[in-house]
């Protein structure tokens, strides 16, 4: 190709981003982890150990890999990302964040996967989610709770437990009882929630604590918990969730967002939450304003649920 046109392509192509920046032409497709093909699971396993294998870049305490990058922007920022109404979009980022990690840095070609909970409620301990060939391993042994098995074993973590910074292996302590509150009734009580103010608190209170307790161990940890990779696909699932109660009144829900969030001008005040708000990841990825991440086929995410 002589010189001159090989300039304009690559000039052409390079600014096709901006003439496009509404529209989202190619959302990925995320899908429950049981419908997953072994090679697609596999492909995603993998992708994970590639981060975990990565150097950290964004300087935040403990981190060692880029894997760690990402569980200490949830550990700087667990204060004001949990029993706030900033709860959804910030995890809804955060799993972008996640997703574009795999795809960017280590070569993974699908989409974030999740764990559709309701179908293991009550049953936790035998969910295929925790296959040691195809899976993330399964529960912890041992005094320290370890996971024995599956392709996570050898990983150390080193932020954590809560806003400490120590050593320590991921560990599970599998709870069907607990595992249970995760049920359909729990994900239709919240979706048949009618405002935003009432669903972030029910999607947070039973189903987004019975993923956490009923797989224990790490993601028993409100603060360090995305240091077990299941996290991921919890949260996935949870954004799923929060994406069903919008599509129940679209046109509404696409800009709806109500509840409170701490002041950072004011000490100990609360005001209330806005589309304005900026949501951040510690430069993982860049930040959003919430009115950004309210439609997940957006340029700013890209995404859609099978
Ligand atoms: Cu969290």
Redesign the pocket.
């Known amino acids: 190709m002589p010189l001159l046109l090989l300039l304009i392509t690559l000039t052409f192509t390079a600014s096709l981003p901006h003439t496009k920046r509404q529209s989202c032409s190619s959302p990925i497709q995320r899908r429950a982890w049981h419908t997953l093909s072994t090679r697609e699971r596999l492909s995603y396993l993998d992708a994970e150990r590639c981060l975990m294998s990565r150097p950290a870049q964004t300087g935040a305490e403990g981190a060692v890999s880029r894997y760690d990058d990402l569980l200490g922007a949830?550990q700087h920022q667990?204060g004001w990302?949990?029993n706030t109404a900033w709860?959804l979009p910030?995890?809804r980022l955060?799993m972008r964040a996640h997703e574009r990690l795999l795809r960017e840095e280590c070569g993974y070609d699908g989409a974030q996967p999740y764990w559709d909970e309701p179908r293991d409620a009550g049953r936790f301990s035998g969910a295929d989610i925790f296959d040691a060939r195809e899976g993330f391993g399964g529960g912890g042994e041992g005094e320290e709770r370890c996971i024995r098995d599956g392709p996570f074993t050898d990983y150390r973590l080193h932020q954590g437990p809560g806003y400490a910074y120590e050593e320590h292996c991921i560990s599970r302590a599998i709870d069907d009882n607990v595992s249970s509150y995760i049920g359909q009734d729990a994900i239709d009580e919240c979706l048949s929630q009618p405002d935003f103010q009432r669903a972030w608190p029910c999607i947070e209170t039973n189903p987004h604590t019975a993923g956490h307790r009923g797989v224990g161990g790490v993601m028993d940890n409100?603060v360090s918990?995305?240091g077990d990779p299941l996290?991921y696909l919890h949260?996935t699932f949870l954004d799923r969730v929060w994406w069903q109660w919008q599509e129940r009144d679209l046109q509404r829900r696409l800009g709806e967002v109500t509840g409170g969030v701490p002041s950072f001008a004011e000490d100990g005040h609360w005001v209330g939450i806005s589309l304005d708000d900026v949501m951040d990841v510690h430069g993982v990825i860049p930040s959003v304003r919430v009115r950004e991440l309210m439609d997940i086929r957006g340029q700013a995410l890209c995404y859609e649920y099978e």
């Open positions: 949830h667990a990302i949990h709860f910030w995890h955060y409100a918990s995305p996290f949260h």
